[in-house]
């Protein structure tokens, strides 16, 4: 068995006992992306000088007897929307190309401090938008299950290299299921922290109310070292909750007594794919085997969860997209052209006498924002832009967006009252197994009803885990969802860790690339 | 309800977005697509309910009023497309 066949809790040990180094590490994983990048495109972005050089620092620093971090050396890959200092950060974006952040990430700190090694920056969907990481404005990520298929999205670059072998812990984002919702096509596991748990300092924004960081891995003991490792208080983020950070690596292990979960009704209702569905309920049995007890509930606002959140997520993104204007950072249309059209526009209209359009034209600073938007920006972001922009504008802000927040407190209740009588709601992530490249891309409204399971949880802005939990007849990977109260990731990840103690669903490897 | 070109048109401005033609059609049918699925929140009984704007109603956090170092000008300048030495560059904004 190779060393990427190990999962990042055992790498970690080996690293502490040094039986392998970190420069191993690295090697071992830099070859494989070599060997395997090229069909699944995972990477934006790689440095294997940078990582070996920090690598044999980490090693160095052990060797010597000097205190290591809490990641001792493990490599780990970042989506490309968190800002790293010096290294490109685009979002997948074109108007953010040639962004060389000023600084990094909180996240990306902690991960520095914790003396983790970064492989590279994963592809995505522009700006996180989008559940198949199609609309990265680069190029499109594979599912290493079967590469005509979607990897899931946004954070579809962070799943894939973790399904291939490339890296032994990712980094991701979520906000409407950005890391559950990849997790369950590549087969690991992700975790959707509580908002607040992780500090969204650095972190591109697109949601500002529903944007999470979390980490994916091939466990939940894997996620749990990493979540310990960016989680807690940040005064940078007003947001994030100044909470004690619970040793989740430790605790990951200890099994849960007593567990109580709930089985909402409208999760299993038309839609769903019966293999999924069969696996999910096949999970809910092994966890009565392990001493759980299983109610049935109903959330009955659940059903308006993808209406609720396509209101409010372009509504905070075409704010938050306002900043790319061409002025401060990325892309800026060729502004001799720009001046030159407008001029030409001019002419046009006074020969004909058109003082209407002549008092609607442009002026050239509105100009310059129009044409480096409309080229820098991919057809979702536009789309989501549109939407937010109409759905905030005078006379439909009382109809779409305030209504909206309404209903995403009715979704919150729903949360609440089933948390007073479950720990745990458990489910399917996807209503679907990955989809093929190309199949959806003409429909944006199919994408989003493929979010149903995932957006009411970053409405309600509690946590949840993906992990695997089978696979289709075709032997495409299916996840099943926990979703945890506010702020108790600590049972959560020991409750996925209990599940994938008694079954072996994660341990599963694609044949890509040969035996690992 | 419908969205009409003309509602496209004006959002692009009010979006600082230039659409082609061909996307201003394509906009309009898909975002009337879009607008006419999240509609069905209307039937949803929200009276009395109060608005839910964030997960985490946090109010007033405050830090103390301490001073410490900012973005130094040159880095925050640094990723500008246009700039001088200090200052972002933008076209003339009232004239030549």
């Given at each position: 068995m190779s060393l990427t066949a190990h999962s990042a809790a055992d790498l970690l040990r080996d690293l502490a006992a040094r039986k392998v180094s970190s420069v191993e590490l690295v090697n071992a994983y830099a070859e494989r992306i070599r060997r395997l990048d090229g069909q699944i495109k995972a990477f934006l972005h790689v440095d294997f000088d940078a990582a070996l050089a920090r690598a044999k620092e980490i090693d160095g620093r052990r060797a010597a007897g000097k205190p290591v971090g809490k990641l001792g050396g493990l490599p780990v890959a970042i989506k490309d929307v968190l800002c790293t200092q010096g290294i490109k950060t685009t979002c997948a974006s074109k108007i953010l190309q040639n962004f060389v952040p000023p600084y990094d990430a909180t996240v990306v700190r902690k991960l520095k401090e914790a003396d983790a090694v970064i492989l590279g920056k994963t592809n995505m969907d522009e700006f996180a938008?989008?559940?198949?990481?199609?609309?990265?404005a680069y190029f499109k990520t594979t599912n290493p299950w079967d590469t005509s298929r979607v990897p899931g999205g946004s954070s579809g670059g962070a799943a894939a290299c973790l399904a291939a072998g490339m890296a032994p812990l990712s980094i991701g984002t979520d906000t409407g299921g950005s890391i559950r919702q990849p997790a369950a096509f590549c087969g690991v596991t992700g975790i959707k922290p509580t908002y607040g748990r992780v500090s969204r300092y650095g972190l591109v924004a697109f949601a500002s109310s529903l944007d999470q960081i979390g980490p994916l891995g091939r466990s939940a003991e894997d996620c749990a070292l990493l979540l310990e490792a960016i989680a807690g208080h940040d005064p940078r983020d007003s947001t994030s909750a100044d909470l004690p950070v619970p040793e989740y690596a430790k605790s990951v292990s200890q099994p849960l007594a007593g567990l109580k979960l709930g089985l909402v009704r409208?999760?299993?209702?038309?839609?769903?794919?019966s293999e999924i569905e069969a696996a999910v309920r096949e999970a809910v049995k092994v966890y009565q085997s392990l001493g759980a007890t299983v109610k049935e509930l109903s959330m009955p606002h659940s059903k308006y969860g993808i209406a609720t959140y396509y209101i409010i997520a372009p509504s905070e993104a075409s704010s938050n997209l306002a900043r790319y204007d061409g002025v401060h950072y990325g892309y800026r249309t060729d502004e001799k052209a720009m001046l030159d059209e407008l001029a030409a526009e001019q002419k046009k209209y006074e020969a004909e006498n058109n003082t209407k359009k002549l008092a609607d034209l442009d002026t050239p600073l509105i100009r310059l924002y129009r044409k480096t938007r409309a080229e820098g920006f991919g057809p979702e972001v536009k789309r989501r832009i549109m939407l937010g922009t109409y759905t905030l504008s005078a006379g439909y802000y009382d109809a779409y967006y305030l209504k909206a927040l309404k209903v995403r407190r009715l979704i919150r209740q729903d949360y609440d009252r089933a948390f007073e009588e479950v720990d745990f709601l458990v489910g399917p992530t996807t209503p679907n197994p990955a989809f093929k490249l190309?199949?959806?891309?003409?429909d944006p409204l199919a994408m989003y009803l493929e979010d149903l399971y995932t957006v009411t949880l970053n409405l309600a802005g509690l946590g949840g885990i993906s992990l695997p939990c089978g696979f289709t007849k075709s032997g495409l990977p299916i996840g099943l969802q926990l979703q945890c109260r506010p702020f108790d990731e600590e049972r959560l990840l020991r409750a996925a860790a209990m599940y994938q103690r008694a079954t072996d669903w994660h341990t599963k490897r694609p044949t890509i690339g040969g035996k690992e | 309800m419908s969205l009409t070109r003309a509602d496209v048109e004006k959002v692009s401005l009010l979006g600082r977005l230039r659409l082609s033609e061909a996307e201003l059609d394509t906009m309009t049918t898909q975002l009337t697509r879009v607008v006419g699925y999240v509609e069905q929140l209307r039937e949803v009984n929200t009276d009395g309910i109060q608005p839910m704007a964030?997960?985490?109603?946090?109010?007033?956090?405050f830090r103390d009023d301490a001073l410490a170092p900012s973005l130094p000008r040159d880095a925050a300048l640094a990723n500008a497309p246009k700039r001088d030495s200090e200052c972002y560059r933008v076209p003339a904004v009232l004239g030549e």
């Open positions: 938008m989008g559940g198949s990481t199609e609309n990265s409208e999760y299993f209702g038309k839609g769903l794919d190309g199949e959806k891309t003409d | 964030h997960a985490v109603e946090m109010h007033n956090v």
